[in-house]
Protein backbone atom coordinates (compact mmCIF):
# COMPACT_ATOMS: atom_id res chain seq x y z
CA UNK A 1 0.00 0.00 0.00
CA UNK A 2 2.74 2.21 0.84
CA UNK A 3 4.45 1.73 -2.73
CA UNK A 4 0.75 2.49 -4.43
CA UNK A 5 0.76 5.51 -2.55
CA UNK A 6 4.02 6.69 -3.00
CA UNK A 7 3.30 5.49 -7.15
CA UNK A 8 -0.09 7.64 -7.30
CA UNK A 9 1.63 10.81 -5.79
CA UNK A 10 4.61 10.44 -8.16
CA UNK A 11 2.23 10.25 -11.14
CA UNK A 12 0.60 13.42 -9.41
CA UNK A 13 3.16 15.88 -9.23
CA UNK A 14 3.99 14.45 -12.69
CA UNK A 15 1.02 15.53 -14.26
CA UNK A 16 1.38 18.75 -12.41
CA UNK A 17 4.20 19.38 -14.16
CA UNK A 18 3.52 17.87 -17.46
CA UNK A 19 0.45 19.95 -17.75
CA UNK A 20 1.88 23.26 -16.99
CA UNK A 21 4.69 22.42 -19.80
CA UNK A 22 2.27 21.33 -22.10
CA UNK A 23 -0.03 23.94 -21.82
CA UNK A 24 2.67 26.77 -22.50
CA UNK A 25 4.25 24.86 -25.14
CA UNK A 26 0.80 24.19 -27.15
CA UNK A 27 0.44 28.26 -27.01
CA UNK A 28 3.79 28.69 -28.64
CA UNK A 29 3.28 26.10 -31.22
CA UNK A 30 -0.50 27.50 -31.79
CA UNK A 31 1.45 31.53 -32.83
CA UNK A 32 4.24 29.56 -35.35
CA UNK A 33 1.40 27.95 -36.94
CA UNK A 34 -1.09 30.73 -37.18
CA UNK A 35 2.13 32.70 -38.50
CA UNK A 36 2.63 29.93 -40.68
CA UNK A 37 -0.87 29.68 -41.89
CA UNK A 38 -0.80 33.12 -43.02
CA UNK A 39 2.85 33.47 -44.87
CA UNK A 40 1.25 30.03 -46.69
CA UNK A 41 -1.83 32.05 -47.68
CA UNK A 42 -0.61 34.64 -49.79
CA UNK A 43 2.24 32.28 -51.36
CA UNK A 44 2.37 30.59 -54.40
CA UNK A 45 2.88 26.59 -54.70
CA UNK A 46 5.67 27.61 -56.87
CA UNK A 47 7.47 29.64 -54.50
CA UNK A 48 10.93 27.69 -54.08
CA UNK A 49 10.13 28.28 -49.34
CA UNK A 50 6.22 26.27 -50.01
CA UNK A 51 7.52 22.60 -49.55
CA UNK A 52 9.97 23.82 -46.70
CA UNK A 53 7.29 25.95 -45.21
CA UNK A 54 4.56 22.67 -45.23
CA UNK A 55 7.24 20.60 -43.40
CA UNK A 56 7.66 23.13 -40.45
CA UNK A 57 3.98 23.51 -40.99
CA UNK A 58 3.80 19.64 -40.28
CA UNK A 59 6.39 18.79 -37.80
CA UNK A 60 4.49 22.29 -35.74
CA UNK A 61 1.32 19.75 -35.96
CA UNK A 62 3.36 16.88 -35.07
CA UNK A 63 4.41 19.12 -31.78
CA UNK A 64 0.90 20.03 -31.07
CA UNK A 65 0.08 16.16 -30.96
CA UNK A 66 2.29 15.71 -28.57
CA UNK A 67 2.02 18.30 -26.17
CA UNK A 68 -2.13 17.40 -26.29
CA UNK A 69 -1.27 13.93 -25.54
CA UNK A 70 1.01 15.34 -22.32
CA UNK A 71 -2.40 17.09 -21.50
CA UNK A 72 -4.17 14.19 -21.70
CA UNK A 73 -2.22 12.74 -19.00
CA UNK A 74 -2.11 16.05 -17.34
CA UNK A 75 -5.62 16.60 -17.26
CA UNK A 76 -8.09 14.98 -19.76
CA UNK A 77 -7.78 17.84 -22.27
CA UNK A 78 -11.21 18.48 -23.57
CA UNK A 79 -14.17 16.57 -22.56
CA UNK A 80 -17.74 15.38 -23.86
CA UNK A 81 -19.40 12.41 -22.74
CA UNK A 82 -22.15 10.67 -24.26
CA UNK A 83 -23.84 7.22 -23.11
CA UNK A 84 -22.20 4.56 -25.24
CA UNK A 85 -21.88 0.81 -25.71
CA UNK A 86 -18.00 -0.12 -25.33
CA UNK A 87 -18.75 -3.39 -27.70
CA UNK A 88 -19.46 -1.16 -30.39
CA UNK A 89 -16.17 0.93 -29.32
CA UNK A 90 -14.13 -2.38 -29.53
CA UNK A 91 -15.61 -3.56 -32.42
CA UNK A 92 -15.23 -0.23 -34.87
CA UNK A 93 -12.14 -0.08 -33.32
CA UNK A 94 -10.43 -3.24 -33.74
CA UNK A 95 -12.18 -3.79 -37.32
CA UNK A 96 -10.03 -0.84 -38.56
CA UNK A 97 -7.14 -2.23 -36.70
CA UNK A 98 -7.08 -5.23 -38.26
CA UNK A 99 -7.19 -3.84 -41.58
CA UNK A 100 -4.16 -2.50 -41.63
CA UNK A 101 -2.33 -4.98 -39.39
CA UNK A 102 -3.17 -8.32 -40.98
CA UNK A 103 -0.26 -10.32 -39.43
CA UNK A 104 -1.66 -10.60 -36.41
CA UNK A 105 -4.95 -12.71 -35.54
CA UNK A 106 -7.64 -10.44 -33.40
CA UNK A 107 -10.15 -12.64 -31.24
CA UNK A 108 -13.02 -10.81 -29.65
CA UNK A 109 -15.11 -11.72 -26.95
CA UNK A 110 -18.40 -9.35 -25.94
CA UNK A 111 -20.41 -8.99 -22.84
CA UNK A 112 -24.20 -9.47 -23.62
CA UNK A 113 -26.69 -6.39 -22.46
CA UNK A 114 -23.39 -4.28 -21.94
CA UNK A 115 -23.83 -1.93 -19.49
CA UNK A 116 -23.78 1.94 -20.56
CA UNK A 117 -21.30 3.80 -19.68
CA UNK A 118 -20.89 7.38 -20.04
CA UNK A 119 -17.56 8.08 -21.97
CA UNK A 120 -16.09 10.64 -24.87
CA UNK A 121 -15.78 8.26 -27.57
CA UNK A 122 -12.89 10.08 -29.29
CA UNK A 123 -10.94 9.66 -26.47
CA UNK A 124 -11.85 6.15 -25.80
CA UNK A 125 -10.72 4.94 -29.52
CA UNK A 126 -7.30 6.41 -28.86
CA UNK A 127 -6.98 4.80 -25.94
CA UNK A 128 -7.74 1.31 -27.67
CA UNK A 129 -5.54 2.33 -30.58
CA UNK A 130 -2.39 3.25 -28.28
CA UNK A 131 -3.17 -0.56 -26.70
CA UNK A 132 -3.44 -2.13 -30.02
CA UNK A 133 -0.17 -0.25 -31.41
CA UNK A 134 1.97 -1.05 -28.67
CA UNK A 135 0.45 -4.88 -28.47
CA UNK A 136 1.03 -5.16 -32.35
CA UNK A 137 5.04 -3.72 -31.64
CA UNK A 138 5.21 -6.34 -28.70
CA UNK A 139 4.88 -9.05 -31.09
CA UNK A 140 7.10 -8.39 -34.57
CA UNK A 141 6.50 -11.83 -35.61
CA UNK A 142 2.95 -11.53 -35.27
CA UNK A 143 0.88 -13.17 -32.64
CA UNK A 144 -2.75 -13.19 -30.87
CA UNK A 145 -4.76 -10.06 -29.51
CA UNK A 146 -7.80 -10.67 -27.38
CA UNK A 147 -10.24 -8.28 -26.47
CA UNK A 148 -12.96 -8.96 -24.84
CA UNK A 149 -15.90 -6.84 -22.68
CA UNK A 150 -17.50 -7.61 -19.35
CA UNK A 151 -19.76 -6.43 -16.83
CA UNK A 152 -18.13 -5.93 -13.17
CA UNK A 153 -19.09 -5.10 -10.04
CA UNK A 154 -16.06 -3.48 -8.05
CA UNK A 155 -16.26 -3.89 -4.10
CA UNK A 156 -14.62 -1.11 -1.69
CA UNK A 157 -11.67 -3.30 -1.37
CA UNK A 158 -10.75 -3.20 -4.80
CA UNK A 159 -11.17 0.16 -5.44
CA UNK A 160 -9.52 1.98 -2.66
CA UNK A 161 -6.33 2.23 -3.80
CA UNK A 162 -7.37 3.96 -6.90
CA UNK A 163 -9.45 6.48 -5.44
CA UNK A 164 -12.50 5.73 -7.33
CA UNK A 165 -16.25 4.58 -6.11
CA UNK A 166 -17.12 1.06 -5.50
CA UNK A 167 -19.81 -0.30 -7.81
CA UNK A 168 -20.85 -1.45 -11.24
CA UNK A 169 -17.71 -0.97 -14.15
CA UNK A 170 -17.23 -1.92 -17.59
CA UNK A 171 -14.47 -3.84 -18.09
CA UNK A 172 -12.36 -3.92 -21.19
CA UNK A 173 -9.17 -6.61 -21.64
CA UNK A 174 -6.60 -6.35 -23.98
CA UNK A 175 -4.44 -9.11 -23.97
CA UNK A 176 -1.27 -9.82 -26.38
CA UNK A 177 1.31 -12.93 -26.81
CA UNK A 178 3.88 -10.67 -27.12
CA UNK A 179 7.36 -10.27 -25.45
CA UNK A 180 5.69 -9.09 -21.93
CA UNK A 181 7.72 -6.70 -19.43
CA UNK A 182 10.41 -7.14 -16.61
CA UNK A 183 9.30 -6.03 -13.29
CA UNK A 184 11.23 -2.71 -13.54
CA UNK A 185 9.48 -1.86 -17.05
CA UNK A 186 5.97 -2.53 -15.55
CA UNK A 187 6.84 -0.01 -12.47
CA UNK A 188 7.07 3.03 -15.24
CA UNK A 189 4.98 2.21 -18.23
CA UNK A 190 2.52 4.82 -17.15
CA UNK A 191 5.00 8.03 -16.83
CA UNK A 192 5.02 10.24 -19.10
CA UNK A 193 8.08 9.89 -21.29
CA UNK A 194 8.73 6.63 -20.34
CA UNK A 195 10.02 4.44 -23.03
CA UNK A 196 11.78 1.44 -23.83
CA UNK A 197 11.19 1.74 -27.78
CA UNK A 198 14.96 3.00 -29.30
CA UNK A 199 15.01 5.53 -31.60
CA UNK A 200 12.24 7.77 -32.75
CA UNK A 201 9.99 4.84 -32.64
CA UNK A 202 8.56 5.59 -29.18
CA UNK A 203 7.40 8.67 -27.49
CA UNK A 204 6.13 7.26 -24.19
CA UNK A 205 3.34 9.48 -24.22
CA UNK A 206 0.61 6.48 -24.92
CA UNK A 207 -0.26 5.11 -21.80
CA UNK A 208 0.85 8.39 -20.02
CA UNK A 209 -2.23 9.77 -22.05
CA UNK A 210 -4.00 6.77 -21.84
CA UNK A 211 -3.96 6.80 -17.90
CA UNK A 212 -5.03 10.55 -17.75
CA UNK A 213 -7.69 10.16 -20.08
CA UNK A 214 -9.30 7.09 -18.12
CA UNK A 215 -8.38 8.68 -14.67
CA UNK A 216 -10.65 11.49 -15.76
CA UNK A 217 -13.71 9.14 -16.83
CA UNK A 218 -13.29 7.74 -13.11
CA UNK A 219 -11.85 4.32 -14.07
CA UNK A 220 -9.07 2.22 -14.24
CA UNK A 221 -6.29 0.71 -15.70
CA UNK A 222 -3.91 -2.14 -14.50
CA UNK A 223 -1.51 -4.06 -16.14
CA UNK A 224 -0.39 -8.17 -16.24
CA UNK A 225 2.92 -9.01 -17.78
CA UNK A 226 4.82 -12.02 -17.84
CA UNK A 227 8.21 -11.56 -19.56
CA UNK A 228 8.23 -13.84 -22.87
CA UNK A 229 4.80 -14.68 -22.61
CA UNK A 230 2.63 -11.31 -22.78
CA UNK A 231 0.53 -8.77 -21.34
CA UNK A 232 -2.78 -7.61 -20.45
CA UNK A 233 -4.41 -4.29 -19.91
CA UNK A 234 -7.35 -3.87 -18.89
CA UNK A 235 -9.94 -0.62 -18.55
CA UNK A 236 -12.61 -0.16 -16.19
CA UNK A 237 -15.02 2.69 -16.65
CA UNK A 238 -18.10 3.32 -14.03
CA UNK A 239 -21.99 2.30 -15.90
CA UNK A 240 -23.78 5.37 -15.86
CA UNK A 241 -25.15 6.44 -13.04
CA UNK A 242 -29.11 5.04 -14.83
CA UNK A 243 -27.23 1.86 -14.85
CA UNK A 244 -26.33 1.76 -11.52
CA UNK A 245 -29.42 2.54 -10.07
CA UNK A 246 -30.83 -0.31 -11.80
CA UNK A 247 -28.28 -2.92 -10.89
CA UNK A 248 -29.06 -1.86 -7.62
CA UNK A 249 -32.38 -2.32 -7.46
CA UNK A 250 -32.15 -5.53 -9.82
CA UNK A 251 -30.05 -6.69 -6.88
CA UNK A 252 -32.41 -5.62 -3.75
CA UNK A 253 -34.75 -7.49 -5.57
CA UNK A 254 -32.55 -10.44 -6.40
CA UNK A 255 -31.96 -10.54 -2.53
CA UNK A 256 -35.97 -10.39 -1.84
CA UNK A 257 -37.01 -12.80 -3.89
CA UNK A 258 -34.53 -15.46 -2.06
CA UNK A 259 -35.94 -14.65 1.22
P1 LIG B 1 5.80 4.14 -26.38
O1 LIG B 1 4.91 3.12 -27.05
O2 LIG B 1 5.97 5.36 -27.18
O3 LIG B 1 7.10 3.59 -25.87
P2 LIG B 1 3.87 3.98 -24.24
O4 LIG B 1 3.57 4.93 -23.13
O5 LIG B 1 2.73 3.59 -25.11
O6 LIG B 1 5.02 4.66 -25.08
O7 LIG B 1 4.53 2.66 -23.64
C1 LIG B 1 5.61 2.76 -22.71
C2 LIG B 1 6.39 1.48 -22.64
O8 LIG B 1 5.58 0.44 -22.08
C3 LIG B 1 6.86 0.91 -23.96
O9 LIG B 1 8.04 1.53 -24.41
C4 LIG B 1 7.05 -0.57 -23.61
O10 LIG B 1 8.29 -0.78 -22.95
C5 LIG B 1 5.96 -0.83 -22.60
N1 LIG B 1 4.79 -1.48 -23.20
C6 LIG B 1 3.59 -0.89 -23.47
N2 LIG B 1 2.70 -1.77 -23.98
C7 LIG B 1 3.35 -2.97 -24.03
C8 LIG B 1 2.97 -4.29 -24.45
N3 LIG B 1 1.74 -4.56 -24.92
N4 LIG B 1 3.89 -5.28 -24.35
C9 LIG B 1 5.12 -5.02 -23.86
N5 LIG B 1 5.54 -3.80 -23.45
C10 LIG B 1 4.68 -2.78 -23.52
Known amino acids: LEAQLHKIQRMESLGTLAGGIAHNFNNLLM ?25 VEHLVQEGAKLSQELLDFARGGKFQVEPTDL ?25 KDIWTVEVDVGQ ?7 LYINAW ?15 IT ?4 YVRPFKVKPG ?15 ETTKQRIFEPFFTTKEGNRGTGLGLASAYGI ?20 NI ?18 VLKGGE
Open 87 to 111: NKVVKRSSDMFAQTKRQIKIYTKFQ
Open 31 to 55: GILGNISLILLNKNPSHPDYEKLKN
Open 168 to 182: PYVKISVTDTGVGMD
Open 124 to 130: IEQVLLN
Open 154 to 157: LDEN
Open 214 to 233: IKNHGGIITVYSEKGRGTTF
Open 137 to 151: QAMPGGGELYLETQN
Open 236 to 253: YFPASEKEAIKQEKLAEG
